[in-house]
């Protein structure tokens, strides 16, 4: 959209506030998403959820592509922002539920670095398109996009359903879901005597109970998942990244680069390095672990953004207008600071949201941080071009730099490491206390009792 909107402007003629709630709404409705995401996986598994989120794709892209007028090109972005909810939510939890611990950080990080692929994708194809007219150049950059949603939908069938998940449903049997874990094995080259992780999931709690356990009467455990799941939430999009990813032209524009062409050319080269550094990232988190690769990852952001901010209030102040060596550090800022996000505060995020909670609580645990980083993606998003007019394009920036430095320190006090442990461990690091370990035993006995036998990958592979 980044690309596109320059090509909208000038096309349907929109003002700067039509296009902030143009790129903000898919956040806006994305909360539609997420806030039926843990119900909808719940009922009919993570699989068909994802399926059903690549469906909305398809239509949301369909109907931007053919949009003639700015309202039905609205109606087409909030299609699209729903299947986003869906999709952020549900593709971190199937892909935790179906990693052995050892390599679930580098497993869960996948949706992360297809997001960060289809951001470089949008990138090159706004390049691409960019020298036809303008009334079908961004038809073109938005329309393509459903040809990925076909592809996710039918690969998405040719997988199998979450282990955990079937166990979890009282109309499955524990023997179904260890049939399917056999064909997990298989498809991952695992020996099928590898047994090596024994999880014991507890009965199907209904949608009511859960919500009323982790917002009304949460217990001292919960209630601190929850806290750093949506802390984690919250901060990443408070460190500004929607802004960069989708105001980049006007970034570069307002760093001095005034040639439609090298802009466009300069995003994609931030897309290659948001991919590439999401790459990296896949594997350091199983080796290095979840804290010193965020740690270190904010404290980058937070240096690229103090650059950002002074190159740009450096270009903004000068009676030239352009300042060479001021751009130049506008750009490389930027680069950095989509490589440091990539290496650690985008892909954690998720993988740690969706690895915390308890499995009863998952979905809608999940859902919850999703919302909260919706909402702020949408206040992002649609705010930005407002907030640099009011305060200066490198006051934002600042701005993005404070938040971020909040962030390092809720980060360092409160999210303990990860990395290693079972999906079912994950109590104990959050002070789960006798009582409840009690509570989880006696609603073992009453209800549905699976086991389910997880691998941790060949012993000493990672």
Not at 394 to 400: E, I, M, N, Q, R
Request: net charge neutral; proline share 3%; aromatic share 10%.
């Amino acid at each position: 959209m980044s690309g596109a909107a320059m090509y909208i402007q000038d096309d349907l003629h929109v003002s700067d506030n039509q296009i902030e709630i143009l790129i903000g709404i898919l956040s806006v409705s994305s909360l539609i998403g997420s806030a039926l995401a843990g119900r909808t996986s719940d009922a009919i598994g993570r699989r068909y959820t994802i399926v059903l989120s690549a469906i909305i794709f398809f239509i949301g892209a369909l109907v931007m592509g053919f949009s003639q007028n700015y309202a039905v090109l609205m109606v087409g972005r909030f299609i699209t922002g729903i299947g986003v909810g869906y999709a952020l939510m549900v593709a971190p939890v199937y892909t935790a539920e179906v990693s052995p611990a050892s390599s679930r950080g580098f497993l869960t990080t996948f949706p992360e670095v297809f997001i960060n692929t289809g951001t470089l994708l949008g990138y090159i194809s706004n390049y691409a398109f960019s020298h036809l007219s303008k009334h079908l150049s961004w038809r073109l950059m938005l329309g393509v996009s459903a040809i990925p949603s076909v592809f996710l939908a039918f690969g998405v069938l040719a997988m199998p359903e979450s282990p955990r998940w079937l166990v979890m449903q009282t109309t499955d049997t524990p023997e179904e879901a260890e049939t399917r874990l056999s064909d997990i094995k298989a498809a991952a080259g695992i020996p099928e005597d590898c047994n090596d992780d024994v999880v014991t999931v507890s009965k199907k709690c209904h949608g009511e109970g859960v919500w009323k356990e982790l917002l009304i009467h949460p217990t001292p455990s919960v209630r601190k998942v929850l806290i750093c799941a949506i802390g984690i939430h919250f901060f990443q999009q408070s460190s500004g990244m929607d802004a960069v990813v989708f105001y980049t032209p006007r970034v570069f524009k307002k760093a001095g680069i005034t040639n439609d062409s090298k802009i466009l050319i300069a995003t994609v080269a931030v897309g290659f390095t948001k991919t590439l550094f999401i790459l990296v990232a896949t594997f350091l988190l199983d080796r290095v672990g979840r804290r010193p690769l965020l740690l270190s990852s904010v404290g980058g952001m937070i240096a690229s953004l103090i650059v950002l901010g002074t190159g740009l209030t450096v270009v903004e102040r000068s009676a030239e207008g352009t300042v060479m060596w001021a751009m130049a550090a506008c750009i490389a800022a930027v680069l950095a600071y989509v490589a440091f996000f990539s290496i650690g505060l985008g892909p954690i995020t998720w993988v740690y949201s969706s690895e915390i909670f308890p499995l009863r609580l998952r979905a809608q645990g999940a859902s919850m941080g999703v919302a909260v980083n919706r909402v702020k993606s949408g206040v992002i998003s649609t705010t930005f071009i407002s907030l640099y007019k009011a305060i200066t394009i490198g006051g934002s920036f600042y701005l993005f730099a404070g938040f971020a430095t909040i962030a390092w320190v809720f980060f360092f006090t409160y999210l303990p490491e990860t990395r290693g442990r079972t999906l079912e461990d994950m109590g104990s690091l959050f002070g789960k206390t006798s009582h409840e370990n009690q509570n989880s035993k006696e609603d073992d006995q009453l209800g549905q009792v699976g086991q389910v036998q997880l691998v941790t990958a060949n012993n000493g592979r990672m």
